[in-house]
């Protein structure tokens, strides 16, 4: 169960900094811009499902942790 105050930007936002990696770098993993990992983090736009996966994939996660925000609490923090 995903809290309704948090996004799916903000669940990627956090899981890209878990794993110390900047923008630039997850989003060339997927081949995308830093330019387009930055609206989905900010909410300018949000990712299609296929991307979302490739997202997901990048950050170590499954796409249902992202869309569910299921990963372990430890791992996303007490903020989630």
């Known amino acids: ?24 770098e997850a989003a060339k993993q997927i081949g995308k811009t830093k330019q387009q990992w930055s609206q989905w983090e900010t909410g300018v736009h ?4 296929r991307c979302l996966c490739e997202i997901a994939g990048a950050l170590d996660l499954q796409p249902h942790e992202l869309i ?13």
């Open 1 to 24: 169960y995903m809290p309704p105050h948090i996004t799916i930007g903000e669940l990627i936002r956090v899981a890209r900094a878990r794993i110390d990696i900047t923008q630039t």
């Open 46 to 49: 949000c990712p299609s499902y």
């Open 68 to 80: 569910w925000g299921e990963k372990d609490r430890d791992y996303l923090g007490s903020d989630f």
